[in-house]
């Protein structure tokens, strides 16, 4: 017993300087999260049109803002570290006190070492010591809180759907889940009220609550508790808070913590706040949690169906009350409870972590989610392509749904890629999308047309034959003809487009007007008819050896396009292979998605 | 919560102190020291002690009890149904079970399932949109014809469900929920079947009768109803 006295004596002090600096970082951190947060706050907005466009706006034009917010995001972690290892250590400091108070007070302990007559300070713990410890819990809370909270608002793909999961888990609970899903998400579909309770939340709510714990909490540090016989100099050290802002509150040490946070935040090369592609209802995203969740997710996992959410919220419950309660279950502990206090918090992190390392090692094997985040990834990449000219008022989504590389793209794999291939993805039944109707497409089709790239795998009754006996010198004037013919209509397309293709980046697609084949390619005409017109419908003529091969009038431009996909029959006649794709999109889908193939003719 | 503390920290008989207005943290003391002897006397401290409790109870009591009510009327959004047209918890779910929207066209459809969008009006708070995409569903012709549409909102936790070509099942790429061309759960935590929705095709057109449920449930219960 006395061997345990003296061993645990000697920590105290230092341990207390310990516990100090970490509540001296933890209002550092605080402070710079509120700083931070000031500055963010004048150009974020939440709105569902604006969420994701001012981040972007916000990493993309203001100076060192992607900075700002990196510190923003990265210090909330850091917080909630420091909070976990001030707990920590002030449940130590708890247990060993309660350890030494608990001892018989006639022991002999050398003067000045224990506070020896402080029983009915002791005595007195459970009520003032365990409201402060609950004050500092729930300041836990709310970080943890604001954290979340804070990481819906950009309101990414990955905010989007990690807010879907946990709002639903919410509504799951017993009594109380319709009631909080109600408040928090506004409605049964997330979108605007949902946004803005959140930030309401992040900015006001869950802030204003911390400010009061932590008015509360030094209130309760600060004064000395009244109790007769204690020395003066005693009380600092029996005060269970001390550590919260009660000295100086320029710990060097703290300092020098604090800069080494945010250095290494600034110094981090890919930045700490990622923005994903904009949320996007209509898009499947994998969602997963972030680090400090990622061990409930595990849980979850290995949890059977009808036990998970007993896994998601009793067990976390359940170790919430106990770490509420610990105070107490200490102070009932025999003497070695500093150990066992040493071995409960051990678990506490190492058994979290693991979870959380397994969770992490599973995504990184997971093929389907690496295939699926990569096209996220390449979203992102345009939607932050686009939105750096000017996202328009309707916000990151009716950007992308008008940009032909998105949402064309997207509408040629719901629709094409059954037949169509495009850069090696989708299958081989018809002509590949790749550089179609472009100037190379067209000659290197004229000379075999049977390739696979082109009708070989269309199985027409009748193939057309190689032109390669014309040679170059009739093929390429034929070839620009061709062209020209569907450069008729061409649209004006958006800037963002010819600024910023994925794939494109042509001079002659800024240069495309309409043009008039027949004037321009006057000296053409008579070979093209010659060589062509036989087999080809024409201007309704031409096919005179009945042939019925496709109608060439305005081959490859817009209007052709339409015709080929809405009514291929009119092209190809008996020919036709291709179902009609009436009624399957509205008109700006069916726009967007004939511009993509149009764009493919800009290599 | 300092009521409350001081409640719990007094002694009964004594301590008058915490009424002359200084703050009760500081003020309420459990030793005997500090009996009414040291205070002037300013009225009978047992029934001014007995007062406050009481009041300080009370006063709790009607906070809780009236709590919840308050909450749940003020904080939580669209109580009150605008006095034209559906409430915005309607309209935006389409509860509504006579909502039958036109999704496609049937010569789309095959024995693989495609994925296609329900577009109709949608309220979010003081917003009305028309074209919006409410959500999604899978349709396919099983082998006899009949179309099958599920709805792609994943029963477990609301992801969307995606369609894994190779294996031929649905997937959840949230928490991995495997799930048969016709909706049955193959593997993963999902509750229930994907939510079956009817559809027929008419007029050459896909229809379908769109609702949404509610997660986590082995039953399917409709979204917006209480």
New interface residues.
């Given amino acids: 017993m006395s061997s345990d006295s003296t061993n645990t004596a000697p920590c105290v002090a230092p341990w207390l300087e310990v516990q100090r600096s970490a509540g001296r970082l933890c209002l550092w951190l605080l402070g710079l999260e509120a700083l931070t947060g000031m500055v963010l706050g004048l150009t974020y907005t939440p709105s ?1 049109e604006h969420a994701w466009s001012s981040v972007y706006y916000i990493q993309d034009r203001m100076t060192f803002g992607a900075r700002v917010r990196d510190v923003h995001r990265l210090t909330g972690d850091a917080l909630l570290l420091a909070c976990a290892v001030y707990a920590g250590l002030f449940l130590c400091r708890a247990g060993t006190r309660k350890n030494a108070a608990a001892k018989p007070p006639t022991g002999q302990r050398p003067a000045g070492q224990r506070p020896t007559g402080q029983r ?1 300070v002791g005595q ?1 713990f459970p ?1 003032r010591g365990l ?1 402060l410890w609950w004050a500092l819990l729930g300041i836990g809370a709310l970080v943890l809180g604001m954290e979340i909270s804070g990481l819906r608002l950009p309101w990414d793909q990955t905010s989007y ?1 990690a807010l ?2 946990e ?3 919410a ?2 609970l017993p009594v109380v889940g ?2 909080i899903h ?2 928090v998400a ?4 997330l ?3 949902a946004l ?1 309770r959140l930030y309401a939340a992040h900015v006001l709510i869950l802030p204003a609550m911390a400010a009061l714990l932590l008015a ?1 909490a030094k ?2 540090t600060s ?1 000395p508790q ?3 016989g204690v020395a003066s100099h005693e009380k600092s050290a029996t005060n269970q808070g001390t550590a919260l802002g009660k000295t100086a509150p320029f710990g060097a040490e703290t300092l020098v913590v604090l800069a080494f946070i945010i250095g290494a935040i600034l110094w981090s090369v890919n930045g700490g706040a990622p923005l994903g592609a904009p949320a996007d ?8 949690p972030e680090w400090f969740i990622r061990p409930l997710y595990k849980l ?2 290995l949890a059977p ?1 009808a036990l ?2 007993v896994a998601v919220f009793v067990i976390p419950g359940l170790l919430g009350a106990i770490l509420a309660m610990f105070p107490l279950v200490l102070r009932r502990l025999p003497a070695h409870s500093r150990k066992w206090a040493l071995i409960l918090g051990a678990t506490f992190v190492a058994l979290p972590a693991t979870l959380a390392w397994a969770s992490l090692k599973d995504d990184a094997e997971n093929q ?2 690496q295939v ?1 985040l990569a096209e996220d990834q390449q979203r992102e990449t345009r939607a932050k392509e686009l939105a750096h000219l000017g996202v328009p008022p309707g916000g990151p989504l009716v950007m992308l749904a008008r940009d032909p590389m998105t949402r064309g793209r997207e509408l040629y794999e ?2 094409c890629m059954g037949c169509h291939m495009y850069q090696g993805r989708g299958e081989r039944k018809a002509p590949d999308i790749d550089g179609l109707m472009s100037r190379g497409w067209i000659l290197d089709m004229l000379k075999d047309p049977t390739h696979d790239r082109f009708f070989g795998k269309a199985d027409l009754d009748d193939d057309m034959p190689s032109q390669s006996k014309l040679g170059e010198a009739n093929l390429i004037p034929i070839r620009d003809f061709l062209y020209a013919l569907g450069q008729q209509d061409a649209p004006k397309f958006d800037r963002t487009i010819v600024d910023n293709p994925i794939q494109t980046q042509s001079a002659e697609l800024q240069e495309s007007k309409p043009i008039h084949p027949e004037v321009a390619f006057a000296d053409v005409v008579p070979l093209f008819e010659a060589k062509c017109v036989s087999c080809h419908e024409w201007k309704d003529e031409g096919d005179f050896l009945g042939m019925g091969a496709p109608d060439l009038t305005d081959y490859g431009s817009m209007a052709w396009l339409r015709t080929q996909v809405l009514d291929p029959e009119h092209i190809y006649g008996d020919l036709n292979k291709m ?6 999109w ?1 008109e700006q889908d069916l726009n967007v998605l004939l511009q993509f193939v149009y764009l493919q003719r800009y290599p | ?1 300092m009521g409350f ?1 001081s409640y ?2 007094t002694d009964p008989k004594p301590s008058s102190a915490p009424i002359s207005g200084s ?1 009760p ?2 003020a309420p ?3 005997p ?1 500090s009996g009414s002897a040291g205070v002037p006397p300013t009225g009978d401290p047992g029934r001014r002690h007995a007062l406050r409790v009481i009041g300080t109870v009370g006063a709790g009591a009607c906070v809780a009890a009236t709590a919840p009510w308050v ?2 009327h003020v ?4 109580n009150r149904p605008s006095s034209r047209g559906p409430s ?2 309607n309209a ?2 389409h509860g509504a079970a006579t909502s039958e929207f036109v999704v ?2 049937a ?2 459809l095959s024995e693989t399932p ?2 296609l ?1 329900v ?1 109709g009006d ?1 309220v ?4 009305r949109a028309t ?1 919006q ?2 959500g ?1 569903v899978w349709v396919r012709k099983n082998n006899q014809g009949e179309v099958q549409a599920l709805n792609a909102e994943c029963p477990h ?6 369609f ?1 070509k190779q294996r031929g099942h649905f ?1 959840c ?3 991995e929920s495997a799930f048969g061309l016709d909706g049955t759960v193959l593997e ?4 229930r079947p994907l939510d079956s929705l009817h559809a027929r095709v008419h007029g ?2 896909v229809r379908v009768q769109f609702k ?1 449920f ?4 082995s039953e399917k219960v409709p ?2 109803t ?1």
């Fill in positions: 569902l009915p007195r009520w409201v759907w879907t999961v709002m639903n888990l509504r799951a319709p009631f109600r408040v506004g409605a049964d579909t979108g605007q009220l803005t509360l209130k309760l004064q009244a109790a007769p209802p209509a898009r499947t995203f994998p969602a997963r979850r996992e169906p998970e959410l389907d989610l699926a719901q629709s179902p009609a794709f009436q009624e399957t509205n | 919560m503390e719990m920290d703050s943290s500081s003391s459990s030793t020291r909450a749940g904080l939580a959004p669209g915005a918890q935006s779910s496609g066209a010569g789309q495609l994925l969008a577009v949608q979010d708070g003081w917003t074209e995409v409410l999604h936790l609301g992801c969307r469900i995606g894994q997937q790429p949230c928490h993963g935590p999902s509750p050459g057109k949404r509610q997660t986590q449930t979204l917006g209480p």
